[in-house]
């Protein structure tokens, strides 16, 4: 049990190359999509019978469920409610040759994205536009976190999730793949002028940075260009997450009406 919740920390999830997986919705992608990153699950009675069809699935998977009271449970997980599974799953994170060698034709790069559930909300809507794969930086926030993966709810198991690449490298490999990297910048030009002009319906390589400082000079430079989504009301600002999620479908509509 402390080692299950140990988990929760990034040092034991680095040492093991294991992490949590927690709630029904969670647990029910991974085995539709992943069943092989299971290593072991925990349930109540209650849940299984709640959920007859992840018990069918599970079953049909051949995972091995152990069950456990609620207050068990509760000491495994990092939130309050785990909503009666826990899961302990192995990382799967993809190799950055592999992204650009299949040819992408949308990926989301994140550098330095500190926040859990910006980044999890990010991969959760590179999943909605059908991205290809998203690409984190050494210096954004574990994918394996509890709070990011409760953010993808699910999505992280659908998206290919490269882990701990250097911002050069990836940019230079998006290049050689004939991506344009785009970088997301209140400094950059009106995102509607790049709507215009169709350039938005190239393969494409979004850069998201820091919530709070957003991109460095030398890694904006690295960029084809810099967008920044025009603020018609009196917003002060947009939150990471949200203009990820728009700038990433803007690219998915713009890229499916030229096809």
Request: hydrophobic content about 50%.
């Given at each position: 049990?402390?080692a299950v919740a140990?988990?929760a920390?990034?040092v034991?999830?680095?040492?093991?190359?294991?992490f949590?997986?927690?709630?029904p919705?969670?647990?029910r992608?991974?085995v539709?999509?992943?069943p092989?990153?299971?290593?072991e699950?925990?349930?109540t009675?209650?849940?299984l019978?709640?959920?007859?069809?992840?018990?069918s699935a599970?079953?049909?998977e051949?995972v091995?469920?152990e069950?456990?009271?609620?207050?068990?449970?509760a000491a495994?997980?990092?939130?309050v409610t785990?909503?009666g599974?826990?899961?302990?799953?192995k990382?799967?994170?993809?190799?950055?040759?592999?992204?650009?060698?299949?040819?992408p034709r949308?990926v989301a790069?994140?550098?330095e994205?500190?926040d859990?559930?910006?980044l999890?909300t990010?991969i959760?809507?590179a999943?909605?536009?059908?991205?290809?794969a998203?690409v984190l930086?050494?210096?954004t926030v574990?994918?394996y976190n509890?709070?990011?993966?409760r953010?993808?709810?699910?999505s992280?198991?659908?998206?290919?999730v490269?882990?701990?690449?250097?911002l050069?490298?990836v940019?230079a490999?998006s290049?050689?793949a004939?991506?344009?990297?785009?970088a997301?910048?209140?400094k950059?030009d009106?995102?509607l002028a790049?709507?215009?002009?169709?350039s938005?319906?190239?393969p494409?390589?979004w850069?998201?940075?820091?919530?709070?400082r957003g991109?460095?000079?030398?890694?904006?430079a690295l960029?084809?260009?810099a967008?920044?989504?025009?603020?018609?009301?009196?917003?002060e600002?947009?939150n990471?997450?949200t203009?990820?999620?728009?700038c990433?479908?803007?690219?998915?509509?713009?890229?499916?009406?030229?096809e």
């Amino acid at each position: 049990m402390r080692a299950v919740a140990k988990l929760a920390r990034r040092v034991a999830r680095k040492e093991t190359g294991l992490f949590l997986l927690e709630g029904p919705q969670a647990v029910r992608e991974a085995v539709a999509f992943r069943p092989d990153v299971i290593v072991e699950l925990y349930a109540t009675p209650t849940a299984l019978e709640k959920h007859a069809d992840l018990r069918s699935a599970l079953v049909d998977e051949g995972v091995e469920i152990e069950f456990v009271t609620e207050d068990v449970l509760a000491a495994m997980a990092d939130t309050v409610t785990p909503q009666g599974f826990v899961a302990v799953a192995k990382q799967n994170p993809t190799a950055l040759k592999d992204v650009f060698s299949a040819r992408p034709r949308l990926v989301a790069i994140c550098e330095e994205v500190r926040d859990p559930g910006n980044l999890g909300t990010i991969i959760r809507a590179a999943d909605a536009v059908g991205a290809d794969a998203v690409v984190l930086t050494g210096r954004t926030v574990d994918p394996y976190n509890p709070k990011v993966v409760r953010s993808t709810t699910g999505s992280l198991f659908h998206v290919p999730v490269v882990v701990g690449a250097d911002l050069a490298d990836v940019v230079a490999r998006s290049r050689g793949a004939g991506l344009d990297v785009v970088a997301a910048d209140v400094k950059g030009d009106d995102l509607l002028a790049a709507r215009r002009d169709g350039s938005l319906a190239r393969p494409t390589a979004w850069l998201f940075g820091n919530e709070a400082r957003g991109l460095a000079d030398d890694a904006l430079a690295l960029a084809h260009r810099a967008l920044r989504l025009p603020i018609f009301g009196r917003a002060e600002s947009l939150n990471l997450a949200t203009a990820a999620s728009v700038c990433l479908y803007e690219s998915a509509f713009a890229q499916r009406e030229a096809e």
